[in-house]
C-alpha cells in the first residue's frame, strides 16, 4: 500500500484530567462519571456546575471555554471551544448537545474536505437559555439570553433573546411571554 500523502493523525489523549490543571474552577462542581476533558488549562468553569455523564469539554490552546455559574450540561454534551465558547449563567445544556467552533472550508475538489481549511468562529450562549436534547450549535452562532432552543434543533444563525426556536435549520416561533404579576 502506498504512503498517505497526508501528515498522520495523532492522539489528543485520553481526556482523564484533575480539577487542578482548570484555568478556573468553581467550587462545587460535579463531574459525573466518564467526563472527559481536554486542554483543561484553557477552560473556565464557574461555581454550582453539574457535568454529566460521559460529557466532552474539548479545550483548545487557540479559544477558552468559559462555563458560567449555575450551568448544567447534561449526559453526553459534547463542548468544542477551538474558535471560543462563551456560556452564560444558569443555562441548561441538554443531553447529547454538540457545540461546534470550528469547521471545514471547501477548498476545491482536488482536496479531501477533511483535509480543507479549518475555519474557527465563536459561539455565545446568553445567560438563563436552554439548549435542548440532541441541538447542534454551529460555529459562530450567539444564542441570547433566556432563550429555548428546542430538541433536535441545529442552530447555523443567532437567535434572539427570550427566543424560542425549533428544528432544521432552527427558526424562531415566538418569544417567551412575561411573567404574570404576582
Known amino acids: 500500500m502506498n504512503a498517505v500523502p497526508y501528515p498522520p493523525f495523532r492522539s489528543h489523549g485520553d481526556g482523564s484530567f484533575s480539577r487542578d490543571r482548570f484555568r478556573a474552577l468553581g467550587d462545587p462542581v460535579v463531574f459525573e462519571a466518564g467526563v472527559l476533558v481536554f486542554h483543561p488549562e484553557t477552560i473556565r468553569v464557574g461555581s454550582g456546575v453539574y457535568v454529566g455523564h460521559r460529557a466532552m469539554l ?12 449555575g450551568c448544567w450540561i447534561g449526559q ?19 443531553p ?19 483535509r480543507s481549511t479549518l475555519h474557527f468562529a465563536p459561539v455565545v450562549i446568553g ?12 460555529p459562530g452562532v450567539t444564542i441570547g439570553r433566556g432563550a429555548q432552543i428546542g430538541a433536535g434543533a441545529v442552530v447555523a444563525t443567532d437567535i434572539p433573546k427570550y427566543a424560542v426556536a ?10 417567551r411571554a412575561e411573567p404574570p404579576p404576582p
Open 127 to 138: 445567560d438563563d437559555a436552554d439548549i435542548g436534547l440532541g441541538a447542534v450549535v454551529l
Open 166 to 175: 425549533v428544528g432544521v435549520p432552527a427558526r424562531v416561533l415566538r418569544l
Open 96 to 114: 447529547n448537545v454538540s457545540i461546534l467552533t470550528s469547521q471545514h472550508g471547501e477548498d476545491g475538489r482536488s482536496v479531501p474536505i477533511l
Open 58 to 69: 474539548k479545550g483548545h490552546p487557540r479559544g477558552e471555554m468559559l462555563i458560567g455559574d
Open 76 to 94: 453526553n454534551a459534547f463542548l468544542h471551544s477551538a474558535g471560543g465558547l462563551t456560556i452564560g449563567t444558569n443555562v441548561g445544556i441538554g
